[in-house]
């Protein structure tokens, strides 16, 4: 294959961190590299150099044999370099259409050609597979579809012969990952150069070529995929053998007095329609479903996020009215968002302020002022538990990776010590370790008596976390099922059942 794509001794410092340190890769035409390592790594801080977002401290380039300078996005694109990134660059207040070709929109003079936009935009959305209207406002969205427009973005440039896809699945459904990977196929038939990072090791196995590992900001090696094993490279990730006991679930929990949370007969405008549940103290109850089921809808009808139209929540044996997540939060109950920067963080603010704005009550004293040396040393302590890769509590969250923004999520809800605590995609964007570790926090958290509802749409997470699983579709409960002796098979038969034919009969 033809050298399309070269990166040679490229360095790059931040203050306090030096975030690459002489990193070597090389990409063909019509190939797929992956490119993998644990989070803080360096994986987005080098496809942001390549796509012109960071410029380079040292070190080379080379794009079809010619050395080149990337100043901006607008030259990356000029070469042919497209980027899918992992956290979305949407502005939620635009029409579908006007975010994807945002900046190149078909004018007439200095008029936007409105009725040739949409039909331009609804022409790729239909190529690619992707069933959203090009009118559609963004902001009304699901993650999951909004991931499918960067993807389709990133996609409508025809110049684009390098493409750097940063967690692309890390949104999408089942069926949507199947319609990515048959573009990712046509585009390697076309000569275009992929690169994949993803922490997701089956979907490596099914698409790449080759892999390649970034640790702590240094280049460890690149592999032909067919040649090592999911242990080896989770091994050069990590610098160590990692124990990966899959099977190791929780033993089911049987049906006790102490139920935290009851839900009765909840049903919602548009979704959902009488479901009902009950979480014990101490258990971790799994949600799984397809996307669209009312996984997420259950959770932020329970915060009071979204309005419930029927129905009751009961929290350790009191009927409460639940109407907004302050409120979910004075009766114990702290969700953690599947949107982690537009729901759970404020970006430009440091980490010790949004680790403990949830508990400020906590870190304050007898006059009100905030006792800042508590605060630092709670941070502190999280920070090293939970491995939290940043200079200092006084780093601003939005300089962190995105696995450890959504550490500090977590860690958020575990200083406000919540009794109930409702994890939404908890590992989303998280590497190989760091899920370990995460996996082991929230086991903790049971045994110390914590009541844990976890929302995941990969199943073998949902499997190896939960005591019981609750599965949804269509926004109804489709059975209860113990953690013991389950399969994949088995929740998917209830997630994929269709209530209304039923009905219908």
């Not at 995929?225 to 190791?248: C, F, K, N, P, W």
């Not at 997420?296 to 139209?309: Q, Y």
């Not at 601003?396 to 939404?424: E, M």
């Amino acid at each position: 294959m033809t050298r399309l794509l070269e990166i040679r001794d490229v360095s790059k410092g931040f203050p306090g961190v030096q975030a690459l340190q002489g990193v070597t890769l090389e990409l063909s035409r019509g190939e797929v590299l992956a490119l993998v390592g644990e989070n803080g790594a360096g994986k987005s801080t080098l496809m942001k150099i390549l796509s012109g977002i960071y410029t380079r401290d040292s070190g080379t380039i080379t794009v079809d044999g010619q050395e080149v300078e990337i100043a901006g996005p607008r030259e990356a694109q000029q070469l042919g370099i497209s980027i899918i990134h992992q956290e979305m660059n949407l502005l939620p207040h635009l029409t579908v259409g006007q975010n994807i070709f945002i900046g190149r929109e078909p004018r007439l003079g200095p008029f936007v050609q409105e009725r040739a936009l949409r039909r331009r935009t609804q022409a790729l959305l239909d190529e690619l597979g992707i069933g959203l209207s090009a009118t559609a406002m963004v902001g009304d969205l699901t993650v999951a579809q909004q991931q499918m427009v960067e993807i389709a973005k990133a996609l409508s440039f025809e110049s684009t012969k390098i493409l750097i896809m940063d967690e692309p699945t890390s949104a999408i459904s089942l069926s949507e990952t199947k319609v990515l990977f048959r573009l990712i196929r046509s585009l390697r038939e076309r000569g275009v150069g992929i690169v994949y990072i993803s922490h997701r090791m089956e979907e490596l196995r099914q698409i790449a070529d080759r892999v390649s590992v970034l640790r702590d900001g240094q280049y460890i090696g690149t592999r032909d995929i067919s040649d090592v094993t999911d242990a080896e490279i989770i091994a050069m990730m990590v610098g160590r053998e990692l124990s990966q006991r899959h099977d190791d679930r929780p033993r089911p929990r049987r049906a006790a007095e102490d139920v935290v949370l009851s839900v009765r007969g909840l049903s919602t405008r548009t979704l959902l329609r009488e479901v009902s549940f009950d979480l014990h103290r101490g258990e971790i109850l799994g949600f799984a479903g397809l996307m669209g089921a009312g996984r997420t809808e259950t959770a932020r009808a329970v915060i009071g996020a979204d309005p419930m139209t029927d129905g009751t929540v009961t929290v350790h044996g009191k009927q409460v009215r639940i109407t907004g997540p302050d409120v979910a939060v004075r009766h114990g109950i702290g969700y953690l968002p599947e949107d982690r920067k537009r729901h759970g963080l404020m970006l430009e603010q440091d980490v010790v302020f949004n680790l403990t704005m949830s508990a400020l009550r906590s870190f304050r004293g007898p006059a009100g002022f905030l006792r800042g040396r508590k605060a630092s040393e709670v941070t502190d302590s999280y920070i090293e538990s939970l491995r939290i890769k940043t200079p200092s509590g006084r780093a601003r969250v939005k300089n962190l990776s995105g696995g450890n923004q959504q550490k500090v999520v977590i860690a958020k809800w575990l200083a406000r010590d919540c009794d109930v605590l409702i994890f939404d995609e908890p590992t989303r964007g998280i590497d190989v370790g760091a899920k370990e570790e995460i996996y082991r926090l929230l086991a903790d958290l049971a045994e110390q008596g914590k009541a844990i509802i976890v929302i995941s749409s990969e199943l073998p997470e949902v499997l190896r976390l939960s005591h019981r699983i609750v599965v949804m579709s269509q926004g109804r409960v489709t059975g209860v099922l113990d953690n013991e002796g389950l399969d994949q098979e088995a929740v998917m038969e209830l997630a994929t059942k269709n209530i209304d034919e039923g009905a219908a009969a």
